[in-house]
């Protein structure tokens, strides 16, 4: 199947060419036709499977078959990150490099300012996170009365941060009858009772099984004791001599003690978490991605909507508290079908956290020793008290978890 088999406008179709495209991913083939035939859509599909173009390509086809007399948004995509919003933009851009249709983003952290000035310019397309797209919104920058079409990008984790609130007012500034899409990597019922309130008669659309990480992303588990984690981090990218490797951490200090550490190991290493300006993450992200660092320790949060289409390896230094962020971690490998292979390093202390991560994937995960970083089962405070149940455990752990920006996390 080719794009031109898609029936998308041509100015699109040279765009996606000059990309290198040469025929649409799974999601694009089934969401495509639905899109242009102005349905709701709920797509189950993870990151680096595509689906950015598979919303992007449609809409701007759909903006381009009805021009419009004056510059208003009819298009607005919701992201959960700021680095998302930037990627998808990127994207908009990209796709409508041909064409008269003006993209803008607009997403917190920073002055609110040039993108005011922006949007007096008049746009077609707005891709935002919902905070700031309601600052907008209440200061009057536009309105959203022409708004022909809504997406939900990644809405698990929209509501993971906690944006069921924004969600809501900024619902209540839209016209009810429009075209709207929802795109999640995982699906529970939060999700399933959001979409109830989003979508009429939605198209399923599921490319691969619901919960499921990218398909050629290999997995390996090492149980190893907390303080030689560190220091098996180094050893693995050494001794393989691994170029670029995406590390998670729970918790921004811990990403910026690892980052230092490693690089008193020889690794060059930089850290992206929430406290560190846009600016700085921008510069850590381009400098990992240009190959001058060669590690890059990040928070769940921050590493969100990061895409380099070559990555290969990630390494989760801690099993995260919500266990499908797993699968959002380990997707920043293995995109648009390349290989990729996620190492997890679990103390003895982490294996509910395992528990969790295979009750959502639905599989068992292997655990190994690696030589010489075999756990040292003596040890007695790496074991979790006996009495206390998983689910308790989740809740201590996510109760002591810093909340990102000040927002509630979703109890599921
Ligand atoms: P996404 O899942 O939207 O984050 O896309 C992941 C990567 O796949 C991005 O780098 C896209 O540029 C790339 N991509 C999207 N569609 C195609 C396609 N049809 N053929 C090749 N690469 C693609």
Redesign the pocket.
Known sequence: MS?SSLSLNNALIKA?QE???????P??KQAIPHILANKDIMAG??????????FALPILHQLLEKPSEIKVIRALVLTPTRELAQ?VHQ?FVRYAEHTDINCVVAYGGVSINPQIEALNKGTDVLIATPGRLLDHLVKGTFDLTQLQCLVFDEADRMLDMGFKDEIDRILNRIPPTRQTMLFSATFDDAIFKLSKTLLTDPELIEVSERNATAAKVDQIVYTVDTDRKRELTSFIIGSKNWQQVLIFTRTKEGADKLAKEMCLDGIKTQSIHGDKSQGAREKALAEFKAGKTRALVATDVAARGI?I?DLRYVINFELPYIAEDYIHRIGRSG???NDGLAISLMSPSEQWLLDAVEEVLNKRLLQQWYPGYEPDLTKTEEKQPRKVSKRKQRERALSGHKRPQGRKRQRR
């Open positions: 794009f996606v990309l290198g495209y040469q025929s649409p991913t999601i694009q599909a993870q990151t680096g499977t595509g689906k950015t173009a598979a990627q994207s895409d289409l995109r648009a079908g």
